[in-house]
Structures are given as structure tokens and as C-alpha cells.
């Protein structure tokens, strides 16, 4: 069983911003792919970023350059550094994990209650 809990969210303006972090429970916090996905208000979640055991990370081409995601195997956290942000990026952001395997909409195994990230313009 893992535990995934968000924190980091918050109100930012245009161009600036946010660390989320995902604490997580549990003793194979390493077997599991870490990562977040986000959803704004009328619209399907979506992948944001994930990273491995290892560090190998992915990101959604409108991310990239803009976030970076890191982990901290010892201290079972996930990071997603978030800069120049823009209203676009507004959204409930989730992490979730997936023992073994890359993220995918359908079929991790673990998710966050989700943190809210807003930007205003």
C-alpha cells in the first residue's frame, strides 16, 4: 500500500513559480514510477511528468523546459519545480504512482487527493 500526499500549491502570477511536493508512504516507495498528472475545470487529466527509480524523467511537450520533476528516494518525495508559469497551467495537480511501469492515465495504482494551482494573468 502506498500513500500519496500532495503539498506546494497555491496562487502565483504569470511568470512565476511553484515547487509541488508528493510525500509518499510505504517501503517500495524505489519499485514505483512517480509522477503527476493535472486537470483544469471542464477538461480531461492529463500527464504532466513522471520520473523512475533511476531518475529517468518524461515530460508533456508543453511543460518542457518549464518544469522539472526530481525524487528523493531517501526522503520518499517527489518534486515538480514549476517556473514560468502561465494561465494555462492552472489546474488540480495529483500525483500518482504505478508500481514497475511508466505513468498512464488509466492505470496507476496509486493516486493524490490533488493540489490546486492557479495563475492568474
Known amino acids: 500500500q502506498v500513500q500519496l500526499v500532495e503539498s506546494g500549491g497555491g496562487s502565483v502570477q504569470a511568470g512565476g513559480s511553484l515547487r509541488l511536493s508528493c510525500a509518499a508512504s510505504?517501503?517500495?516507495?524505489?519499485?514505483?514510477?512517480i509522477g503527476w498528472f493535472r486537470q483544469a475545470p471542464g477538461k480531461e487529466r492529463e500527464f504532466v511528468a513522471d520520473?523512475?527509480?533511476?531518475?529517468?524523467?518524461s515530460y508533456m511537450d508543453s511543460v518542457k523546459g518549464r518544469f522539472t520533476i526530481s525524487r528523493d528516494n531517501a526522503q520518499n518525495t517527489v518534486y515538480l519545480q514549476m517556473n514560468s508559469l502561465n494561465p494555462e497551467d492552472t489546474a488540480v495537480y495529483y500525483c500518482?504512482?504505478?508500481?514497475?511501469?511508466?505513468?498512464?492515465?488509466?492505470?496507476?495504482?496509486?493516486w493524490g487527493r490533488g493540489t490546486q494551482v492557479t495563475v492568474s494573468s
Open positions: 500518482a504512482a504505478r508500481y514497475g511501469a511508466r505513468l498512464s492515465r488509466f492505470s496507476n495504482d496509486y
Open positions: 520520473i523512475t527509480w533511476s531518475g529517468s524523467s
Open positions: 510505504g517501503r517500495t516507495f524505489m519499485s514505483y514510477v
